[in-house]
């Protein structure tokens, strides 16, 4: 992360503070290709703020490896307001091209914005799109999200019953994360998963502290990993 003063909020905010050890597991980090997938989340969509860099959770991440491997590509097909199945259909064919070692997928906002969500639904669809990467290689990073519907910024009567949905997202995506080896970067449960401080002023995406906070919990899941923690553990 730089240390310009531009962004001395965000150096002195101790929720966007990368957890000990992060620059060692950079540097020991054995993936080369990254693949990011899914909705407006992964595909960065945010709001500025005074203090913190303009830059997306998963940019931030890629940054690093980029820093710290040479040889580190990357590619983000994630789109705006996809559905889980649009996500499969769109991008998955395009990410399995890339032959990535390490995937990000964040999915399921925009299905559970729905008084129709159905989590069983969304397991198969996301598992359909986990499945095909894992088998070939790559490292599962699933992208829980902040709980916007108890951040007071969800009108009654609709927060309630969105909340519930976002509760039974999180718990499929944490799942499937399990059920492949990965690990699910825990966002719904963070202290301030619900303060409006870290949402943009359109009600839905995070501003840049919501980013800078999501970077660094996507580095303490990373860590958390097996492969990276053994790496880390050797390096240090």
């Known amino acids: 992360m730089k240390t310009d003063t531009a962004y001395g909020r965000e150096m002195d905010d101790p929720y966007c503070r990368w957890p000990a050890g ?5 540097r020991s980090a ?10 407006s989340v992964a ?6 703020l005074d203090g913190y860099r303009d830059l997306d959770a998963a940019a931030r991440v ?6 710290a491997h040479p040889s580190f590509s990357w590619l ?4 705006p307001e996809l559905r889980t199945a649009e996500i499969r259909d769109r991008q998955l064919g395009p990410a399995l091209e890339f032959r990535p070692d390490l995937v ?15 989590e069983e639904r969304l397991h198969d669809e996301l598992t359909s799109i986990v499945r ?13 999200l902040f709980d916007l519907a108890r951040s007071g910024l969800v009108r009654d009567p609709h927060a309630g019953p969105m909340a519930e949905r976002f509760d039974r997202l999180d718990a499929v995506t944490g799942r499937i994360a399990a059920e492949y080896g990965g690990v699910q970067v ?21 501003n840049a502290r919501g980013h800078a906070i999501a970077a660094a919990n996507l580095v303490a899941a990373l860590a958390a990993l097996p492969v990276a923690v053994a790496d880390q553990r050797r390096m240090s």
Do not use: K, Y
């Open 22 to 26: 992060a620059a060692t597991l950079m």
């Open 30 to 39: 054995p993936w080369r290709r990254l693949v990011v997938l899914g909705d």
């Open 43 to 48: 595909a960065g969509v945010r709001e500025p």
């Open 62 to 67: 890629a940054e690093a490896l980029s820093a």
């Open 76 to 79: 983000n097909l994630a789109e």
């Open 104 to 118: 990000i997928i964040s999915a399921g906002g925009n299905d559970a914005l729905r008084r129709s969500f159905d």
């Open 132 to 144: 095909p990467l894992v088998a070939r290689g790559a490292q599962l990073v699933i992208v829980g």
């Open 186 to 206: 825990a966002n719904h449960g963070h202290p301030l998963a619900a303060d409006p401080g870290i949402f943009a002023g359109d009600r839905i995406h995070c």
